[in-house]
Every structure is written in structure tokens, then in C-alpha cells.
């Protein structure tokens, strides 16, 4: 039995004393913990004391509950997949996008009318309550099993200015670029990227491990005059994929002569 001496409520001791030794590797990546009753006899405590230890390592990540098959160390191996976030053309000027063909469709896409909000109209330099066409995927890959959730933003005045968008708001990425720049537009993007702890629907959606962030991708295209035009947000598990990107130097606009 391993005596608990240390400061703190007793289950956050237990949670320590399971904790270092998951970290010095004693229970190893993906493997089963010890059962509550082998845990109250090593620590000499309880069954609460357990199970509320259980469900600190849990809240932190550090392990997976199975229901019917006990607690498990969760694996720190790679992600699952890697996300190319590159945006080519082909010699015809057609866009590419590098995981286009990773992803498929879960479900049919849903389009619908919304409205900006503080956040989405701060990224399309919009007002609140601003007009806007959305469209919904839910995308997965067949490889890994990946699910991500993708959405498309589009507000009514480009839509004007380019009635295929407003007839067909939930055209792929790559094809709403091909038709902006058949518009008249010269392309260019912008991305952020945040991590934040799922909201309920998010969770169960993208069928996350509890404890477990969401990486949530916003892409900004812009026009000519450097307008928003669209914006894209992608959201998939933190534990499932990492992003990649293609970094290139920017030429620093020339100088004007003094006269």
C-alpha cells in the first residue's frame, strides 16, 4: 500500500499519487488503470475518494472512462491527421484545395439565412445584425474517422454583387473562390486560430473524449481592395489533427520618392 502524506483534500493526494505515476511512465499510453477496489487498497482510502480522483485526472485529460470497461491512460501519440491549410491553383486558375479530397460529407449540407454577430461582424468588418447566407458541413475522414465542422459565411451584399453565391451558398470552398475571381476579384486570406473548450453540441458533434479542446480555424477571403468577402470557421478536436501551413515572405510595398 502507498501511504498518502501529503497537503490538500485526499482525492486531489490520490489524483497526485495516480499522476506521477502515469507520468514516470509506470501506466503506460492507452493502458487500463488499475480497477477502484485495487486503487482503494494501494492508497488505503475509500471508494469516493477514488472515484472523485478519477474524475480530477479525468477533467484534466490525463484519462479516458470507458463505460463497461474501466479508466484508461489517454495515448500522447500524434494526431490523427495533419490539415494542409494552403490554398493552389491549377494551370486553368482553378483553386486546389490540398485536403479536398480527405473530407467527406457525414450528412447533406444545411443552408440557411442568419445575422452577424459581434464576433463574425468584427471579421467581415460588419455591423451586428447584418445579413448574411450560411451553409453547414459536417465533414469526416474516412481514414482516421476525424469529424470536423465547417461553416460558410456570406453576406448579402457580396451575394449582390455575385448571384451565384446567393443561388448556391453551400458550394465547396475551392468553388466559391473560382467564382469570386470570376467576378472580377483578386484573392488573398487571412486565418486565426483559437483553442476552447467545446460547448455541448460541439462535443457531442465532433464525438470528442471529455476534457478535450477544439481547435477553431476562422479564414477571412478578401477582394481586391482588400474587403472581407467570406468567412470560413472550422472546428475539429485538438486531440485529432494538427494544422500545417506554407509560409511565404510578403514584398514590402516600394517606397514613394521624396519630391
Known amino acids: 500500500m502507498t501511504e498518502i502524506q501529503r497537503p490538500g483534500a485526499l ?36 471508494r469516493p475518494t477514488v472515484r472523485n480522483a478519477i474524475a480530477a485526472l479525468r477533467a484534466e485529460g490525463l484519462i479516458d472512462v470507458r463505460h463497461g ?3 484508461f491512460v489517454r495515448a500522447d501519440g500524434q494526431p490523427a491527421l495533419t490539415i494542409e491549410r494552403r490554398v493552389s491553383r491549377t494551370a486553368d486558375g482553378r483553386f486546389v484545395m490540398p485536403n479536398g479530397d ?22 467581415l468588418e460588419l455591423g451586428e445584425e447584418e445579413a448574411l447566407f450560411g451553409c453547414d ?13 465547417h461553416r460558410t459565411l456570406i453576406p448579402f451584399e457580396v451575394a449582390e454583387g455575385v448571384p451565384l453565391l446567393a443561388e448556391e451558398p453551400c458550394k465547396r470552398p475551392a468553388a466559391i473562390y473560382w467564382v469570386l475571381t470570376q467576378a472580377g476579384h483578386k484573392l488573398w486570406w487571412s486565418e486565426t486560430v483559437r483553442a476552447h473548450m467545446p460547448l455541448p453540441d460541439e462535443r457531442t458533434t465532433l464525438q470528442l473524449p471529455d476534457a478535450t479542446p477544439i481547435l477553431h480555424l476562422a479564414r477571412i477571403t478578401h477582394g481586391t481592395d482588400d474587403r472581407p468577402l467570406i468567412l ?10 494538427e494544422l500545417a501551413y ?14
Do not use: C, H, N
Open 69 to 71: 470497461k474501466g479508466s
Open 232 to 241: 470560413e470557421e472550422l472546428r475539429v478536436g485538438a486531440d485529432r489533427a
Open 137 to 149: 458541413r459536417l465533414l469526416v475522414d474516412s481514414g482516421t474517422g476525424t469529424r470536423a465542422m
Open 11 to 46: 482525492y486531489q493526494q490520490v489524483a497526485a499519487a495516480i499522476r506521477e505515476a502515469i507520468l514516470a511512465g509506470e501506466f503506460a499510453p492507452d493502458s487500463l488503470l488499475p480497477s477502484e477496489a485495487q486503487l482503494m487498497a494501494r492508497y488505503g482510502v475509500s
Open 102 to 123: 480527405v473530407w467527406d460529407e457525414a450528412e447533406e449540407p444545411s443552408t440557411y439565412r442568419t445575422r452577424t454577430t459581434k464576433a463574425t461582424g468584427r471579421l
Open 246 to 259: 506554407r509560409i511565404t515572405a510578403d514584398k514590402q510595398p516600394a517606397r514613394r520618392a521624396r519630391t
